[in-house]
């Protein structure tokens, strides 16, 4: 974060350990109990190995984001197209992104409110528990950049401690036998269930989003 | 305007007009009003005045012949008789009128362009004391008082050193009250101190009573519910906070010194957890910041858990707990937030009562009306041990501003509990929390050094800081990063 004692709050820029927060926060905390569970389904013992998969599925488009920022050096995802493909099929292309963006947000939404419907609140109507949300949603949102990328560092080291406290606890009834299966499923079984769980990785597009607003060491 | 007066009788026409004839205003003419020496009696060493200065220019009328010499009257003259050191000469009626309410006396010669005052200051102070809100077991065991002086003079005794730096301005139109600006040249960040000069500069208000005043006017968001600076009552707490490059402001009149920059983990960091050493200090501080967050948290999560998600619970307790409260005629959030309520009054009733009394009081209202309250059914026992847990955690932490600060939030997560159980306290903590992760002090992020995230910087958080440590926490950005380093044998 700037130094600067007068220094507007909400300016747009972050440091590097503040975005690589954001990116963990964004990993640990995106839907990892039901990716676990796909992962079982598609793969059985040794669903491990999917993540694996859905992080190999993912190498391109871990090129493609280093690629295009030493390209387009300081360009967010948005400028980049509009320099790589013009601009009305950037324009396109960006609105597609967007919706798709924002559907998966929505999904993503709609999965915490079910989570909550089901398990929490089920004699509160729907459109409450979607208001407190969006609320939440809305107050983060109005703080703009800065205030989401720190939310998410103080938030990272207790949401990691309480993420490897539930993979102690589920690790309880564990026995070697369920890990000694390295390779107990059909390839084709892997690469189904690394491409169900590859949205895990999703937050990543997050690096590319967001790389253009971190600022350079400021030394005293 | 300048001082232009022919007579002795046209000065104090003058100046007794501009005071609206205050009758602390005391005129001595002297040698056939030739000279006339003025002061407010209120504000000034009234024997010092009476025996250092007209005692001693009285004994120029004693000689005989002084009327035929009269035009031989000069400052010189005045100045060796009188022994007081700290003079000044002024020639406009402004400086003339601030030098009198801030204690000087003035001396004007008859036709003279230029007046002296002489530093005769004496202010109605208290003795120091032990500290009333900050107490700590170990340590310097005084506390700042009233007097400006007495509180530059205890950290100047901590500081022994010309890097000291002490700045003063004057703020408040009509109090004229003075601020004084400290820190350590060598390892301050300039631009803080560029942002307290320049804050400071930035206002103009009839009058500053209190350091609080001058709190919420250097802000970086005042109307933050955050407490954005530090305020401390213990001199060893000013003076570590200039040992690690941060800005101290006394302010004359105020028991209470502001640090800036502040940062929320500093808020609970006290200084007996340097005075005992590595393990006992880091215990004092886990559970003091555990007692905090206990008192903020746990009416909320109280609510949530039994009045709207008791399936969380093991059967055993939640059976227990619904057993308590089978009597209790009020949904659980009217007991609750009634029992807040109650201690809240309480609690700011017994500021107010005479030491004597509230102590039994206390006791009698905590005991009588909590078991009256729980026969008569209003409310459970539980609802009580909560309440009472919470009350007493609250006052863990060593800064009064903070624990007010939760003391607040705690009725919204209440709120936000009874609605929505966990979902809702889940959600009215990540607003508030974002709030606080937003705030900067000085520049600095609130929540430094958990957001952003500096490694080096959670090593003094929850568990203390070893005093060894070479290098001093850049949190706030000192210039000087050496802190400690072993001397050599041969040394």
């Known amino acids: 974060m700037s130094n600067n004692p007068d220094g507007n709050p909400n300016q747009p820029f972050i440091s590097t350990s503040v975005l690589v ?200 | ?201 930035a206002f103009e208000i009839d009058g500053i009573i209190d350091s609080g005043y001058v709190e919420q006017l250097i802000s970086d968001n005042p109307y933050s519910v955050f407490p954005l600076t530090q305020s401390t009552e213990r001199p060893d707490k000013a003076i570590m906070a200039l040992l690690e490059g941060r800005v101290v402001i006394l302010v004359d009149g105020s028991p209470q010194a502001i640090i800036v920059p502040v940062t929320l983990n500093e808020l609970y960091q006290s200084p007996e957890d340097y005075y005992f050493g590595l393990w006992v200090g880091s215990f004092l501080r886990f559970f003091r910041i555990f007692g905090n967050n206990l008192a903020v948290a746990l009416p909320g999560l109280y609510v949530a858990l039994v009045g709207v998600n008791p399936e969380l619970l093991p059967i055993r307790f939640a059976l227990s707990i619904s057993g308590s409260r089978a009597g209790v005629a009020v949904p659980l959030i009217i007991e609750i937030l009634g029992m807040e309520i109650v201690i809240e009054v309480f609690r700011e009733a017994s500021l107010r009562l005479p030491n004597s009394l509230s102590q039994t009081l206390g006791v009698a209202a905590g005991v009588i009306l909590g078991t009256a309250a729980i026969i008569s059914g209003m409310v459970s026992t539980s609802t009580v041990v909560v309440v009472v847990i919470t009350a007493i955690a609250s006052f863990s932490g060593p800064d009064y501003s903070i624990s007010l600060t939760w003391r607040i939030l705690k009725f919204i997560l209440i709120i936000a509990a009874a609605f929505l159980g966990l979902y809702g306290l889940t959600i009215a903590g990540i607003i508030i929390l974002t709030n606080a992760v937003c705030q900067n002090s000085f520049g600095i992020p609130y929540l430094a050094p958990w957001s952003p995230i500096n490694f080096r910087g959670l090593t003094d958080t929850v568990m203390r800081r070893p005093l060894w440590l070479r290098r001093r926490l850049a949190t706030y950005h000192p210039t000087d990063k050496l802190r400690f380093q072993k001397r050599s044998k041969r040394d």
């Open chain 1, 21 to 220: 927060a954001l990116l963990l926060v964004n990993l640990l905390g995106f839907d990892f109990l039901n990716e676990i569970r796909e992962a079982a389904q598609s793969s059985g013992a040794s669903g491990y190995w999917t993540i694996v998969v859905a992080f190999v599925l993912f190498i391109p488009v871990f090129y493609l984001i280093g690629a295009f920022q030493s390209r387009f050096p300081g360009k967010n995802l948005f400028e980049v197209a509009q320099l790589a493909i013009g601009q009305p099929l950037a324009t396109i292309g960006n609105i597609v992104f967007l919706l798709i963006f924002i559907g998966w947000l929505i999904v993503a939404i709609g999965d915490l409110t079910d989570l909550v419907l089901n398990y929490l609140l089920n004699q509160t109507p729907l459109w409450v528990v979607l208001l407190a949300i969006l609320i939440g949603i809305g107050y983060l949102a109005l703080q703009g950049l800065v205030g989401v990328s720190r939310l998410a560092s103080f938030i990272l080291i207790p949401t990691l401690l309480i993420r490897i406290l539930m993979q102690l606890f589920a690790l309880q009834n564990i026995s070697l036998t369920h890990l000694l299966p390295f390779v107990s499923s059909e390839p084709i079984d892997y690469l189904i269930g690394g491409l169900k769980i590859a949205n895990v990785f999703l937050p990543l597009i997050t690096l590319f989003l967001f790389c253009h607003y971190v600022e350079e060491p400021q030394k005293i």
């Open chain 2, 1 to 201: 305007m300048t001082i232009k007066f022919s007579t002795t009788k046209e000065f104090s026409a003058f100046l007794s007009k501009e005071f609206n004839n205050s009758c602390d205003l005391k005129f001595e003419t002297l040698l056939n009003d030739i000279l006339v020496i003025v002061y407010l009696e209120t504000v000034v060493n009234n024997q010092q005045v009476e025996a250092e200065i007209i005692g001693k220019l009285k004994t120029l009328g004693t000689e005989r012949n002084f009327e035929r010499r009269a035009h031989a009257l000069t400052w010189d003259l005045v100045n060796s008789l009188i022994p007081l050191k700290e003079k000044s000469a002024l020639t406009e009626v402004d400086e003339l009128i601030t030098e009198l309410v801030n204690g000087k006396a003035i001396i004007f010669i008859a036709g003279n362009p230029t007046v002296y005052s002489f530093n005769t200051r004496g202010v109605v102070q208290r003795q120091l004391k032990e500290p009333a809100i900050e107490r700590t077991v170990r340590g310097p065991q005084v506390s700042f008082n009233e007097t400006i002086r007495d509180n530059l003079a205890l950290i100047r005794q901590g500081i022994k050193s010309a890097d000291l730096v002490l700045q003063n301005t004057v703020a408040g139109t009509r109090s004229n009250t003075e601020i004084i600006i400290c820190y350590l040249e060598s390892l301050v960040n300039r631009q803080v101190v560029a942002a307290v000069q320049q804050r400071l500069a």
